[in-house]
């Protein structure tokens, strides 16, 4: 199994907040210009960068699994997993 993430300082600081507050309608014209030349900024320029430059070192991890892999069950680990993520980002 390979862990693949985004390394850190390359997606905006304030995404997220922004995103929410355009959500919430509550975005001001100056972030909402941020938000947009964000935006544009990742759309254009991430495709150009090399896998290494966007995620560094993939992290390796092995396992063996006993018995037999019910069907949905990486599916759900994998959401489980995400959700984990998710909540450290907004710590």
Do not use: C
């Amino acid at each position: 199994m390979v862990t693949v993430s985004l390394k850190d300082g390359l997606w905006p600081n304030d995404w997220f907040e922004l995103r929410s507050k355009h959500r919430e309608g509550t975005i001001t014209e100056t972030e909402a210009q941020k938000r947009q030349e964000d935006r544009e900024y990742v759309i254009y320029n991430y495709p150009k960068k090399s896998f290494k430059e966007l995620f560094g070192e993939p992290e390796v991890h092995k396992f063996i699994a006993w018995g037999q892999i019910e069907k949905g069950e990486i599916d759900r680990r994998i959401r489980e997993l995400r959700r984990q993520t998710r909540a450290l980002q907004v710590d």
